[in-house]
């Protein structure tokens, strides 16, 4: 059984100098310029006590690099759609706080789901065993209950300083107290996650692919990224069954990718958004239904139903600038076979239909995180974004437009 001593004395002077740890190293999915260029981290960095007189927000791209300057902060909050990236950050988090030998008696691991709400503080509140500071990772915080929630945020007010609090959470809204609580406050840091699109997945999966010893051909990397859409943790095990697939010595084609990625549930969702921004309500509802039964995650499914929403936003917009088709596609890094279809979809919808669109995914979000019925919602979503498309429509700079197909839900 291991010894807890309790940080109850609070006027103990603090041992807040952070030997930032030489063992960072590169972690598969962190999203920064030094990882996707393949390069290591520099080595250990001294810094004095943190000096964070006002609230800290950060970016996923600047969080490596500020890991590995220092100083650490005394809570950090790691919330978004991306939770690929977002747990790799956490990683690195560890990795900045801790030395391997270190990690046995001043680290810990809590889930919001089923949280032991005692336990998690007087992890939180002991003094480290051989550490400078002990790490704390809170894993699912948005499936705190709400007493869970209280005691977190109590905490807060007060964070113990000789431990560095790392809570992972998926997407939080602007309402949500947490996120507040973690932008207000002035010794914590709260990074966003957005899902990677164009080009910044497409230099996620060249390093993925180069850390398992494979290289692809362009374009399969760009039917990846097509494929791929999504939480990167999900890609990564798309990929990994990619590389088993091609075994090693052999470059990655397009036929490879046709191949392996094809019958997976990322491509029926694919599917799924091809059918539904081309305006086939019938032809959707019939992949969702599969989906759905094979066990595929709404959430899931929503994260990449947004991704293609978003790539149709930008074309529209492109297009709307005077942008020529061809160039759109290359800005966009469309994937060849599906230049076509994606031009088309861009034709079909109009700016304010595609903000209404992505009002409906928000919506759809907020009733599955709310404990509507998973199947209806997705039902209603799809009907919904179906109805939005229009097949006779010229989109921008047509010179006539169709009249709205009218979706059968409220």
């Not at 690195?92 to 032991?116: C, I, K, N, P, W």
């Not at 809170?138 to 929630?149: E, I, S, V, W, Y």
């Not at 990322?266 to 066990?295: C, K, M, P, V």
Request: hydrophobic content about 40%; proline content about 5%.
């Amino acid at each position: 059984m291991r010894r807890t001593i309790l940080a109850s004395d609070r006027q103990r002077p603090a041992r807040l100098g952070e030997a930032v740890q030489s063992n960072i190293q590169e972690v598969g999915g962190v999203h920064s310029d030094a990882f996707r260029a393949g390069k290591g981290y520099a080595g250990p960095s001294i810094h004095h006590t943190p000096d964070l007189d006002h609230p800290m927000k950060l970016t996923s791209r600047e969080l490596p690099s500020r890991l590995q300057q220092g100083p650490l902060p005394e809570a950090m909050l790691l919330y978004g759609q991306e939770q690929g990236v977002a747990a790799s950050h956490a990683l690195l988090a560890r990795r900045a706080v801790l030395s391997a030998e270190d990690e046995e008696m001043d680290f810990e691991t809590h889930h919001g789901a089923d949280l032991d709400v005692g336990r998690f503080l007087s992890g939180c509140n002991a003094f480290p065993f051989f550490a400078k500071r002990r790490c704390v990772l809170l894993k699912d915080a948005d499936q705190l209950t709400a007493p869970g929630r209280e005691s977190l945020l109590r905490y807060l007010k007060s964070p113990a300083s000789g431990a560095v609090l790392v809570v992972l959470a998926g997407a939080l809204d602007a309402r949500s107290p947490l996120r507040k609580a973690f932008e207000a406050h002035k010794s914590a840091w709260c990074i966003p996650y957005y899902p990677l699109e164009g080009r910044e997945l497409i230099g996620w999966i060249h390093v993925a692919l180069r850390e398992r010893g494979h290289a692809a051909d362009d374009e399969a990397i760009r039917l990846l990224a097509e494929r791929l859409e999504g939480d990167a943790r999900n890609a990564a095990s798309e990929i990994e069954k990619l590389t088993l697939y091609v075994g090693t010595g052999r470059r990655i084609t397009v036929e490879d990718v046709l191949e392996s990625v094809g019958g997976s549930g990322s491509q029926n969702a694919f599917a799924l958004t091809s059918a539904l921004f081309s305006g086939r309500a019938g032809q959707a509802l019939t992949i969702l239904d599969g989906l759905l039964e094979a066990g595929e995650e709404p959430l899931a499914l929503l994260a990449i139903l947004l991704q293609r929403l978003r790539r149709l936003i930008q074309g529209v917009a492109l297009l709307e600038k005077g942008e020529t088709p061809e160039a759109v596609i290359a800005s966009l890094q469309v994937f060849w076979k599906e230049k076509g279809e994606f031009i088309a979809q861009t034709r079909q919808f109009s700016a304010r239909r595609l903000a209404n669109a992505l009002l409906r995914c928000q919506e759809a979000d907020r009733d599955l995180k709310s404990g509507g019925e998973p199947r209806r919602v997705m039902e209603r979503l799809v009907m919904g974004l179906a109805g939005s498309a229009n097949p006779a429509s010229g989109g921008p700079g047509a010179r006539t437009a169709a009249a709205p197909r009218r979706s059968p839900w409220p």
